[in-house]
């Protein structure tokens, strides 16, 4: 039975829209780390806390094709992760999984390969590892076959016990260069005291030519040390040559191995689903929930290069149910399934497109919750391609830990949302922000982070936008509609940063930035109203600081000639700005007014703000989300009117102002990258009520 989920997806770096859906964590702080990036690391990455919610992670070095371990566990000494290295004999690590037993000891299974160059074919055992006994044993827990460990799942039992699900195959001889592996399911355990493996399902006939359709499976247990394992297991059509993959269920609890289907494939030129895991997790009332990938195929059955769905499936109704919780461009790959103390559905997973231009694969590390009560998705790290081998896991905070790939730089990354700043705020993934302001009331004040918005261009820059103010339980002008210090960050797909900020206010305000996050700001200055921009910039692994000096006079020799329809921003002022695109000098646009918000100040000021932007319509970079112009509108209770105008933009900006409006604007000027804020005053003639 399927059950087709609507939802938005909700993403820290870019919005995706599939439909209509709660937001779901949007506001929670992510926090992504480099743990090891020495060689190529950090696929297979398999992820368990311990009691005390120290990170473990276990992990492929195909550099030097060895088993590694980390922990976050060393860090209270070293300040670092480093990492241990578990096994190193012969080609050993992949297809790893680790489990914590109740005494925080580690356990690992992986599989140990040796490839035969003669006859091309590889063969290899079930390998298990573990601290217990205060340093790294290794034991051989399987090797009767020719493939027997590969894509492995272990769990411990509460008595310590080993229980492992791995596939196992053995190769069809019948042709010297063609041979096919049959596969099975398998099942090990050392609660005998030693290992007892059996098998749990073997595959039917299957061509003589196809490729290897391994069994993908995990495995979780019940209070009474019962295995449930939920695996992928492929069929074939001797009649037509295609291939179908099934999701299947597996238990011992009834004291014998019981097999039920959750979810049957279509038919596909190649074996589907075989590059990605599923996942399985059990409730407090023992029901499975699983997460798994579908291929598509791009709706083809002899497609080359498919696309295909995050799915999920649960028998918590007493039957099993399934659903797509994503299906955009290509997602689902290498998930993996956690729940919460509520028993919320936790799960991560990459999501990818083919970048047409240069021939390969982009994506991105997405989570899932329906912690809410609905579906909601969110992209937690997009650096070029990301996010491969995924695992999660949930402390006992309900906050969620996640390990993977970065395939961009070969490093092994963890994120969480198990975030605590003391101060400052996480503006995007890994780039830190802060503002300190003088005030004479009370001194130095952190001031609070507004994000606005975000956007990603048609030349993949990604843009964010917000501001910071004063509390009002600092100063009584206090408000999140009196913005202090506008700020706009731009990452551009050359890889460089900038992060800019526009002092809108009069006491002097510190600005401070930290790019990738290390809890040492990098880069620090101070916004004053005669320094009324600073930029920290990043680029090549440095970072550097531009100040410019502003007097809030447009610079001689630029005339304004055209006249925009602008908008009426109260009463009697109208206020308009024209965009000179370096894309045609002879064709100006209009620029589109935002409006923000607006306030009242305890002894009587008025303040509007928001910014003007150029149309998506006009310019391939223009939205909504991409200020070009702010505003801040201060109408003091003196009577006096400043509006202010801060150029945040690339092109030329003129900016008009009409008070009162009387369809001629009185004061113009041209803001530019050289000469940022212009300032147009006026004296209020009387007594009017703002809109």
């Not at 023992?286 to 798994?292: A, D, F, V």
């Not at 101060?423 to 890994?430: F, H, R």
């Not at 913005?483 to 526009?502: A, E």
Request: hydrophobic residues 30%.
């Amino acid at each position: 039975m399927e059950a087709k989920t609507v939802l938005v997806k909700i993403i820290v770096a870019v919005i995706i829209v599939s439909a209509t859906v709660a937001n779901v964590h949007a506001g929670d702080t992510w926090l992504p780390r480099t743990v090891t990036s020495y060689g190529d690391v950090g696929q297979f990455s398999s992820l368990a806390l311990d009691a005390a919610g120290e990170v473990h992670i276990s992990y492929y070095d195909q550099t030097n094709g060895d088993l590694k371990y980390i922990t976050s566990a060393t860090a209270a000494v070293s300040g670092s992760w480093p990492p241990e290295t578990v096994d190193s004999y012969g080609e050993v690590g992949r297809y790893s999984d680790m489990a914590i037993d109740a005494s925080g000891n580690v356990h690992i299974s992986y599989y140990i390969g040796e490839y035969d160059n003669l006859t091309r074919r590889e063969t290899g055992e079930l390998r298990y590892a573990t601290n217990a006994s205060g340093s790294w044993v290794v034991q051989t827990v399987d090797s009767d076959g020719d493939l027997v460990g590969q894509y492995s799942a272990i769990a411990v039992d509460a008595s310590g016990k080993v229980h492992i699900s791995y596939c196992s195959s053995i190769h069809d001889y019948a042709d010297t260069y063609y041979y096919r592996p049959v596969a099975s399911l398998r099942y090990a355990s050392n609660v005998s005291g030693s290992w007892v493996t059996e098998k749990v399902e073997q595959e039917g006939e299957m061509d003589e030519y196809a490729p290897p359709t391994p069994i993908n499976s995990d495995i979780v247990l019940d209070a009474s040390a019962k295995a449930h394992i939920s695996y992928y297991f492929s069929r074939y059509d001797s009649e037509s040559h295609l291939y179908s993959g099934d999701l299947k269920y597996a238990t011992n609890a009834s004291g014998s191995w019981a097999v039920s289907v959750v979810e049957s494939g279509k038919m596909f030129s190649y074996p589907p689903i075989i590059t990605a895991d599923s996942s399985i997790a059990r409730d407090a009332s023992g029901k499975i929930h699983i997460s798994y990938y579908v291929t598509d195929y791009d709706d083809d059955p002899y497609s080359y290069r498919p696309e295909g769905n995050l799915r999920y499936a649960s028998n918590a109704s007493g039957k099993w149910v399934t659903e797509t919780l994503d299906d955009y461009q290509d997602a689902g790959q290498y998930s993996s399934i956690a729940l919460d103390s509520s028993d919320k559905v936790h799960i991560s997973y990459y999501s990818n497109t083919w970048d047409k231009n240069t021939y390969r694969y982009v994506g991105n590390l997405n989570y899932v919750t329906n912690a809410s009560g609905e579906w909601g998705i969110q992209t937690v790290d997009m650096h070029e391609n990301v996010g491969q081998y995924s695992a999660i896991a949930i402390d006992s905070s309900d906050k969620v830990h996640i390990s993977y790939y970065d395939g961009t730089n070969g490093d092994l990354r963890h994120i969480t949302n198990s975030v605590s700043l003391e101060n400052g705020y996480l503006a995007a993934s890994e780039l830190w922000i802060r503002a300190v302001i003088h005030t004479e009331e009370k001194g130095e004040v952190d001031a609070v982070w507004k994000k606005g918005g975000e956007e990603v261009t048609a030349a993949n820059d990604l843009v964010i936008w917000g501001y910071f103010y004063a509390s009002s339980n600092d100063v009584s002008w206090g408000s999140e509609n009196n913005p202090d210090l506008f700020v706009k960050i731009w990452f551009d797909h050359s890889g460089r940063l900038d992060v800019n900020f526009f002092h809108v206010s009069v006491p002097n305000i510190d600005v401070y930035s930290d790019y990738r996050y290390d809890g040492i700001p990098d880069e620090a200055g101070t916004t004053t109203t005669s320094k009324r921009y600073v930029k920290h910039y990043y680029q090549n692994g440095d970072s550097f600081i531009e100040v410019n000096t502003e007097d809030g006079i447009s610079p001689e020799g630029y005339s304004q000639n055209d006249r925009p329809v602008g908008d009426k921003v109260s009463n009697d002022l109208r206020i308009g700005a024209i965009i000179n695109l370096e894309e045609a000098r002879n064709d100006p646009i209009d620029a589109t007014w935002r409006f923000g918000g607006s306030e009242d100040t305890a002894r009587g000021d008025h303040v509007i703000w928001g910014y003007f932007y150029a149309s998506p319509h006009a310019v391939t970079w223009g939205s909504k989300n991409n200020p070009d112009l702010y505003v801040k509108i201060w109408f003091d209770v003196s009577g006096r009117i400043d509006v202010n105008y801060f150029h945040v933009s690339v092109p030329d900006i003129e900016v008009y102002t009409d008070y009162p409006d009387n369809g001629i604007y009185e004061q113009t000027g041209t803001t530019m990258e050289t000469d940022r804020y212009t300032k147009h005053e006026f004296q209020r003639q009387e007594v009017r009520q703002y809109q």
